[in-house]
């Protein structure tokens, strides 16, 4: 009988395991300084750019590009595949915008791995930009709306009608706001109320901050941050780098979250507002077998998981306690079972609240569903290499800065395992497993 379409085998479906290569950053820098002028565009490019020239692929085609920034001017609205055709790959690499605030850029690297393990494309580059500096303003909605209206005019006299209905008030930009349109607080103050509700000390904050600045310095020192891409602008080294943070200096500032006694939070012990650029290149073992790369280490799992801070139900930023326990179950796993964890530290406090709420019985019981407290890490293994506090977060670009740096230290200790969990805002938060 003659095979027909509905008889022939059914198509083809493939799992495989993802390795990253390697990934790439500028330095970082805190908002209206050294980057100034450069956009969002510029910085992804740089970052995009200094990954193509280290794996060989100037000119060539890769499987897709991925890349996002939460703040975005309208001209950016093909912000990934601008950055592409100004880059050096083969302008034939389509590429497709992510956006998921500040958990865009370990996103990206997501959908990225989605596609090279189900045999979609072999292999792709995930990045993540984001400029405070040059932030997007936009006119406000009733100068809009009557521009729109002038421009729909038939005639002059409409269109003179129209605009002089402009008043000096319509004139003030609408500029983005760090705060959440649904509770009208900033991350910091929403973090502020989780901060005290767990009671966590500022001298707690403030220690993780130090060791933090210490940890990115030591890293400086060694050598390990030799894969940044610099100069970049005559950029050297991330500028928000204090190696002289210590406790003492640290408790001398001013809170500048939450309110009254119980307010411990600090631009010490805070993320600053800053401006970056990140990019991983991520691909199957067969493709990194024929371009000759050694694969750093390979992506697991993730999970993703959203809390309903509107009601007051749960902290904005504690979406990555609910992830983890979730992802740790599927895969038969322990929250001691690894070498790493790479915990962002968009507020001391948020870590903090995240490494309570995990050791809390209660929390774990009521919240998580658990027979037993998740329990404690070792600190020893907490951000190696210093995290957002002393690198500085530029929002999209932390996902990459993250997931290279990881896959770096699986690679230099030859096997082990590493956890990454990323909060956002919006009440939500991304987690991820990389082994060696
Ligand atoms: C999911 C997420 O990631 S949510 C997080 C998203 N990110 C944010 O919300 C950003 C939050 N950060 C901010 O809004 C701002 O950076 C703030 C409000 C914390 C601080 O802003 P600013 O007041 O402009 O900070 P500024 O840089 O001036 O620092 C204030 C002071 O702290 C000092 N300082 C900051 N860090 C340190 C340190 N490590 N050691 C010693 N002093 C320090 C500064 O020197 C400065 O001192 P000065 O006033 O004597 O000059």
């Known amino acids: 009988m003659a095979e027909t379409p509905a008889t022939k085998a059914p198509a083809k479906q493939t799992v495989r395991r993802v390795a990253v290569i390697g990934g790439n950053r500028i330095p970082f820098a805190r908002s209206n300084s050294v980057y100034t002028n450069a956009s969002n565009q510029e910085m992804l490019t ?9 794996y060989g692929l100037e000119g060539e085609r890769v499987g897709e590009f991925a890349a996002g920034a939460v703040l975005k001017h309208s001209r950016d609205f093909n912000l990934a595949r601008e950055t592409v055709l100004g880059s050096k790959l083969s302008p034939d690499t389509p590429a497709f915008d992510v956006q998921q605030a500040c958990d865009t850029g370990i996103q990206a690297a997501i959908l990225v791995a989605n596609k090279i393990s189900l045999g979609k494309i072999e292999s792709g580059i995930a990045g993540g930009t ?19 209206e ?14 002089l209905k402009v008043r000096p008030a319509h004139l003030a930009p609408d500029q983005p706001r760090n705060s959440e349109p649904r509770t009208g607080l900033s991350m910091g103050d929403s973090q502020a109320i989780t901060t005290l509700e767990w009671g966590i000390t500022r001298e707690a904050q403030d220690e993780l901050a130090a060791t933090s600045h210490h940890n990115l310095a030591k890293s400086y020192d060694e050598g390990w941050q030799d894969d ?76 993703t998981a959203a809390v309903d801070y509107v009601s007051g139900a749960e902290g904005l930023l504690m979406a990555p306690a609910y992830a983890v326990p979730r992802m740790l179950e599927r895969q038969g796993l322990t929250l001691q079972d690894f070498d790493f964890y790479e915990i962002h530290e968009a507020f ?53 800065r993250i997931v290279a740096n990881l896959a770096k230290l699986l690679h ?13 805002a919006g009440g939500q938060g991304v987690v991820a497993i990389l082994e060696a």
């Open 228 to 303: 940044l891409v610099t100069p970049f602008l005559g950029v050297e080294k991330d500028n928000n780098l204090r190696p002289d943070s210590t406790v003492e200096k640290l408790a001398k500032l001013k809170p500048v979250f939450g309110r009254g006694e119980g307010a411990t939070m600090t631009a010490g012990n805070s993320t600053p507002l800053s401006d970056g650029a990140s990019a991983v290149l991520l691909a199957s073992d067969d493709e990194a077998k024929k371009h000759g790369w050694t694969p750093l280490a390979y992506f697991v799992d993730y999970e």
């Open 348 to 400: 001391a406090g948020q870590v903090l609240t995240t490494l309570a709420a995990w050791e809390d019985a209660d929390f774990c019981k009521q919240k998580l569903g658990l027979d037993k407290p998740l329990g404690s890490i070792d600190r020893s293994k907490l951000n190696v290499k210093g995290s957002s506090l002393a690198t500085a977060h530029p929002f999209a670009a932390t996902g990459g």
């Open 150 to 163: 002038a421009n729909r005019a038939k005639d002059t006299k409409g269109r003179v009608a129209a605009l």
């Open 412 to 424: 230099e200790k030859g096997s082990g395992r590493g956890l990454i969990s990323i909060c956002a």
């Open 46 to 54: 740089a970052a995009l750019d200094g990954l193509v020239t280290r």
């Open 130 to 148: 984001d400029t405070t500096s040059d932030a997007p303003l936009a006119i406000g909605d009733k100068l809009r709306k009557i521009l729109l």
